[in-house]
């Protein structure tokens, strides 16, 4: 059972990482899936809100701040479905930050799937604390 996990496991993450490639962000790019049955029920990538031009740094280089996270964006299209995501996996390339951390754990779902640590491993130790079951990934072609 393992084994058929981990084969699933690697391919939404290859999918998430071709998400991560939508994203108009130059420093970082992001990408999440959010897995429900078997079920892609949503998807995000980093980058700015709906009407707002698509540059997510500014003139220095740094994030501007009303740039939304990957999982943000996942979690916030299912808000606006029918769909749930009590009991979820999320697939992201890279470990969440602290404020989405609360997010993922708010909107119920049950496990992360990451790929690379984020700096600030707070969001994971967040996650860790509330019970939510986290995957660091290692390789994914």
């Not at 391919?11 to 079920?39: N, T």
């Amino acid at each position: 059972m393992k084994d058929k996990q981990l084969r699933y496991d690697k391919a939404y993450m290859r999918m998430a990482k071709e998400w991560a490639k939508l994203s108009h962000c130059k420093r970082k790019k992001v990408g999440a899936l959010i897995v429900k049955d078997r079920m892609i029920i949503s998807d995000g990538y980093n980058g700015t809100p709906s009407g707002f031009d698509n540059h997510c740094e500014d003139e220095s280089g740094s994030t501007k701040w009303h740039v939304l996270h990957a999982e943000a964006n996942a979690i916030l299209k299912v808000a606006g479905s029918t769909q749930t995501c009590k009991g979820a996996t999320l697939y992201l390339t890279m470990s969440p930050c602290k404020e989405c951390s609360k997010l993922i754990h708010q909107s119920g779902i049950e496990r992360v799937v990451y790929l690379e640590a984020y700096k600030d491993t707070s969001g994971i130790d967040f996650l860790s604390k509330a019970g939510v079951h986290l995957n660091k990934l290692e390789d994914v072609q």
